[in-house]
């Protein structure tokens, strides 16, 4: 599938049962591992809470309680529901936010464009929502829509609740890989296969040091992508449900073939009745046989539904419940005493394949953290591109498939927090304690999410969504409670680090809206351009001037800035503006919107370059090529009317084209001496490194008085390529609070300083081409 060619879509949707079942095979590796290896640890971490008796009352009940949590939320709600609200193929928090915000004007940076709304990947999840709507004076969705447009709190609320999920995502990040799976799938868990052989005293010297080496190696491979990584981890997440799978049914069989009965939610309610609050407290590692539920959805992007369901309902939900069957059905016959529970899963196992089955568990529990990383990733990205979080680095680790991406700052962020966690708590429980909070503040949102977009996007009614918040929000409700009661013990941990990204996230929000802000109220006015007359009152020099900006409409004020300070400028000017909208891909075809600034004699354009948050923004000379082309081919497909001071553009309000930059390329080596068109053709020849290409416009000759501005385009080219962009620096307007000099001109500045430039095509310029124009921007 090629990334840029738009149809990697339409593409996926069409494979072949042969793909679904390979891809369903890899996301073994890279979204289960988690959720697989949760049996090492969850009767350890619940009968830690619990006062063990001779009866099997409390063994059975927590087995209910483990099969009901199973089924109810990830077969229930993620394989049955919230994976069908994808964003085009994504999900994850912000993929249900982006869907949110396309309902109304609740969007997260005010560059919002009418055009924005025909995109094909913007209409394709909203077309049933819209088409009700416009039906029916009063539906749902209408009401809620309102209520959003009308309240900025509720906006904030809703803004809020997003960045809390993605915050506990990269706490989940942390924790999960020291505790081995999207949420506490310890090293420790797998390693502590050594207790059975070692004593206690050398055992806490060996532990440690060997999930670091563990975490290192793990976050050493991951520059190697998803795709490699799954068909490397597959075999072993494959080979470990298997093993668990034997073994349960071999517990079961030959310890208790009864253990069945325990499904039964009687036994959830003489559970608690009988443990009371050592029973509610227990639910926090009850909670645990659902880690890397989240990972299913978060991790969506890199394969696709039907792969993801088809691996879950045949191979993991089965594989799980026979494994966890087999240690009650052992368990009800062995009755461990309580100063024994850390021995934990490997006492289920016959003791003549303990060390080979250790051995696998460990390479599974390695294997777990994989797909919480990976989710880490995918929502990192999201939230940078929509402008909640610093931009950093984005490594696309395949050239066939989107999604599946490396980010090197975040990897070795998360490899040094995972380490000292890792050193500092030294215990599975308070690990544990503090992934499980993570995880399922992780789902709660998830779920008030969902039930948005149940109204808005999919216009079911207010009181279907209420009933699948009461529904899930209470059984999730539960868990948070028992999880957060041990505050103390670890929880404060992930609590403490989410402050710290919601903060950092928040900032980066409203720096970057207040910066856009002062641009929008100090942008120049375009009478004060026309009134300059038919030459603007400078020299104009050779060539093209690419002004980067972040309006789509009306002039920066860095060019009154620049011009202010050196009246001249070139016989092209282009205002360049990219943006991200809140959809996960722009086809090819649909990225440009080209428009003309006052009348065709000044020769002033404006390129808006649209990206998803999950596009490849391009940083060498195909961008520049793009650039040049999408200019040419709205110049030759132009129907020139002349300009006037009382029309639209006065307001503010540009007429802009969408232009489609490969549908008419030709790329070639020319000869540098051939210059010269051929009959009916307009030919572009730009020089990039190592070769030199020519645009042809061969469909059908330019319209009358388009063609000399097309040969005035390419002389510009070839005289050469300039690039003006904007170095702001941001300071608290006088008689600010000390709230707001603290987050603007301390915490902004601080991170605008330290990531990377959103600019990414600036980064393959030239320096003799690029100037740069400081402006102090006070908001």
């Known amino acids: 599938m090629d990334l840029e060619s738009g149809h990697c879509l339409r593409t996926f949707k069409k494979q072949s049962w042969r793909s679904v079942l390979m891809l369903a095979y890899q996301s073994l590796g890279v979204v289960y591992g988690d959720l697989s290896t949760s049996p090492l640890y969850v009767y350890k971490s619940t009968f830690a809470d619990i006062e063990h008796t001779e009866s099997n009352d409390e063994i059975f009940g927590v087995l ?65 929502a819209a088409n009700v709507a416009a039906s029916g004076p009063v539906t749902s969705a209408s009401v809620v829509r309102r209520l959003l447009e009308k309240h900025q709190a509720l906006q904030l609320t809703l803004l809020i609740l997003a960045l809390i999920g993605t915050s506990m995502v990269i706490g989940d990040g942390i924790f999960t890989p020291a505790i081995s799976g999207c949420n506490f799938v310890p090293f420790f868990s797998a390693v502590s296969g050594l207790e059975l052989s070692m004593s206690k005293e050398h055992h806490k010297y060996v532990e440690v040091p060997i999930a670091c080496l563990i975490l290192i190696c793990l976050f050493a491979v991951q520059h190697h992508g998803t795709h490699r990584l799954g068909f490397l981890f597959a075999p072993i997440i494959l080979a470990w449900l298997l093993c668990i799978s034997i073994i349960g049914v071999y517990n079961i069989f030959y310890w208790n073939p009864h253990v069945y009965r325990a499904l039964s939610p009687h036994y959830m309610y003489n559970f608690l009745k009988k443990t009371q609050r050592g029973g509610w407290m227990s639910l926090g590692g009850i909670l645990l046989c659902i880690t890397g539920s989240e990972a299913m959805y978060a991790d969506l992007g890199h394969f696709s539904q039907l792969s993801i369901k088809i691996a879950f309902a045949f191979v993991v939900y089965p594989s799980l419940l026979l494994a966890y069957m087999g240690q009650a059905a052992y368990l009800s016959q062995h009755h461990i005493i309580q100063t024994d529970y850390r021995i934990g899963f490997y006492v289920s196992v016959p003791e003549n394949i303990r060390w080979p ?73 308070r690990l544990g304690n503090a992934s499980g909070l993570t995880v399922i503040t992780v789902m709660l949102v998830t779920t008030c999410l969902m039930s ?21 929000g209470s059984i999730e409700a539960l868990f948070f409670s028992a999880t957060l009661i041990k505050f103390l013990e670890g929880a404060w941990v992930p ?3 989410s402050f710290v990204f919601i903060a950092i996230m928040y900032i980066w929000h409203y720096g970057t809206i207040k910066k856009y802000q002062f641009d929008l109220d100090n942008k120049v006015s375009l009478n004060w351009l026309l009134n300059l007359g038919p030459t603007l009152g400078f020299v104009r020099v050779r060539g093209i001037g690419v002004i980067d900006t972040e309006l789509v409409s009306g002039i920066p004020a860095i060019f009154s800035h620049f011009v202010t300070n050196l009246p001249a400028f070139h016989q092209v000017v282009v205002f360049l503006c990219i943006k991200s909208v809140p959809v996960p891909y722009i086809q090819a075809e649909e990225r440009f919107l080209v428009g003309r600034v006052g009348p065709k004699e000044c020769r002033l354009y404006r390129v808006v370059v649209r990206y998803g948050y999950h596009d490849i923004q391009k940083d060498d000379s195909e961008f520049e090529r793009d650039l040049i082309f999408s200019i040419a081919e709205f110049i030759r497909s132009e129907v020139y009317k002349p300009f006037g001071l009382n029309e639209e553009a006065e307001n503010g309000y540009e ?41 042809t416009l061969p469909e059908s000759p330019p319209k009358e008085g388009n063609k000399e501005e097309l040969l005035e385009l390419m002389e510009a080219r070839e005289a050469g390529m300039a690039f003006i962009l904007g170095h702001e620096y941001m300071r608290a307007k006088s008689g600010s609070s000390l709230v707001k000099r603290l987050v603007v001109d301390l915490g902004y500045e601080f991170l605008r300083r330290n990531c990377r430039d959103r600019r990414a095509y600036a980064f393959s310029i030239p320096h003799a081409s690029t100037l740069e124009v400081a402006m102090l921007y006070h908001v």
């Open 452 to 472: 948005l977009v149940m109204v808005l996007c999919w216009n079911k009614s207010i009181f279907l969504a209420v009933c699948f918040v009461v529904f899930f």
């Open 357 to 429: 089955i250790m051995g696998i568990a460990v390479l599974a529990a390695v294997v777990g953290s994989q797909a919480v990383i990976t989710g880490t990733f995918s929502i990192i990205k999201q939230c940078s591109a929509l402008g909640c979080f610093p931009r950093v680095k984005i490594v696309h680790t395949s050239s066939r498939t989107r999604g599946q991406i490396y980010i090197p700052e975040i990897n070795w962020i998360l490899m040094i927090l995972c380490l000292a966690v890792t050193v500092g708590f030294r215990d599975t429980k």
């Open 64 to 128: 209910s309680f483990v099969f009901w949590t199973l089924t109810l939320i990830p077969l229930l709600k993620y394989v049955s529901i919230v994976l069908r609200a994808d964003d085009n193929g994504e999900g994850g928090t912000f993929a249900l936010y982006s869907l949110l915000c396309r309902q109304g004007s609740i969007g997260l940076l005010p560059i919002h464009q009418l055009a924005d709304q025909e995109l094909s990947t913007y209409k394709k999840n909203d077309d049933t």
């Open 655 to 695: 007429k802009m084209a969408i232009v489609s930059t490969d549908s008419r390329i030709q790329e070639e080596k020319v000869d540098p001496e051939d210059a010269s068109g051929l009959p009916g053709e307009i030919l572009l020849q730009v020089q990039v490194p190592q070769k030199q290409v020519r645009f």
């Open 495 to 497: 609590i403490a680090l």
